[in-house]
């Protein structure tokens, strides 16, 4: 399965060899993961993630088509975590494989520019503060539209 939202904890370095065993043809494969992270002022508990199953796995689904269309890839990975996570889980991983490697690292850094800007997911973050909900940040706008830029 090339895309899976689920709440369990998940082995990135367990996920990133089933995914290369599975590339016939790569030369070149490409991870990323991301951890929750502690807020500015240190002070996170955790963060909660909520998404709507149906459309979010779709979005997903639509987002890895088209980093294969766009480039040349043996295959695309997906898996986004939802839930309570704490600072320091594994809250998604991204894997690209391609037969060189230019393909497989930008594949990947549109799939996680994706993924921070427009995957619809709901975070909250729970601190010694409070509960707040996150925006989405101009940063995260900026590096998706990056994509949109006609290519020299």
Not at 41 to 64: K, N
Not at 109 to 135: I, Q, T
Request: a negative charge; hydrophobic letters at 45%.
């Amino acid at each position: 399965m090339s895309v899976r939202v689920q709440s369990e904890a998940f082995d990135a370095g367990a996920e990133l060899n089933v995914f290369t065993l599975a590339q016939s043809g790569a030369g070149a494969v490409v991870s990323f993961s991301g951890i929750v992270r502690n807020n500015a002022t240190g002070d996170l508990v955790a963060m909660e993630i909520e998404h709507y199953p149906a459309m979010t796995e779709q979005a997903l689904e639509t987002c890895r088509a088209e980093a294969v269309d766009r480039w040349l890839l043996t295959g695309a990975l997906i898996i986004h975590r939802y839930g309570r996570l704490v600072p320091g889980d594994t809250i998604m991983m991204v894997a690209t494989a391609a037969p060189h490697r230019a393909d497989a690292f930008a594949a990947s850094e549109f799939l996680m520019d994706y993924l921070k800007s427009r995957a619809p997911f709901w975070k909250k973050e729970h601190s010694g503060s409070g509960e707040a909900w996150v925006d989405a940040r101009g940063e995260d706008e900026d590096a998706l539209a990056r994509w949109d830029e006609p290519k020299l």
